[in-house]
C-alpha cells in the first residue's frame, strides 16, 4: 500500500511540476513581447518575474554596447533543448534590448 501511494505522490508532483512549467513559459512568451527598450528593472520584475539568474552580461550572449548587468528567464517545458530569454540592462537599470536563446543541441 505505501508503495502505491508513494507512486501516486510522485507521479502526481510530476504531473504538477509539468502544468506549472507550462503555465510559466506562456506568461514568459506572452509578457516578452511587452518589454519595451528603454523600460526599467522593476517594469521588467513586474512583467516576467523573477529571473532565473542575473549578472554581468555576457553569460549566453555577446554583450550589446552599453550593458551592465543582464536577466536570464530559463523556459522550464523546454527539457531537451534548453530556450532562454536574456534581457540586457545599462548601468542606470534600463533595458537595452532582449533576445530568444536555444541551446544549439
Known amino acids: 500500500m505505501k508503495t502505491r501511494l508513494s507512486f501516486i505522490a510522485v507521479a502526481l508532483a510530476l504531473i504538477l511540476a509539468g502544468i506549472w512549467a507550462y503555465f510559466h513559459d506562456e506568461n514568459l512568451r506572452k509578457n516578452s513581447a511587452q518589454v519595451n527598450l528603454g523600460d526599467s528593472n522593476e517594469v521588467v520584475r513586474q512583467l516576467l518575474g523573477e529571473p532565473s539568474s542575473e549578472g554581468p552580461c555576457g553569460s549566453l550572449t555577446p554583450v550589446p554596447t552599453g550593458c551592465t548587468s543582464e536577466f536570464v528567464y530559463r523556459y522550464w517545458y523546454s527539457i531537451f533543448q534548453p ?23
Do not use: A, C, I, T
Not at 88 to 104: A, C, F, I, M, T
Open 83 to 105: 530556450q532562454y530569454l536574456v534581457v540586457w540592462l545599462d548601468k542606470s537599470g534600463n533595458v537595452l534590448g532582449e533576445q530568444h536563446v536555444r541551446s544549439p543541441f
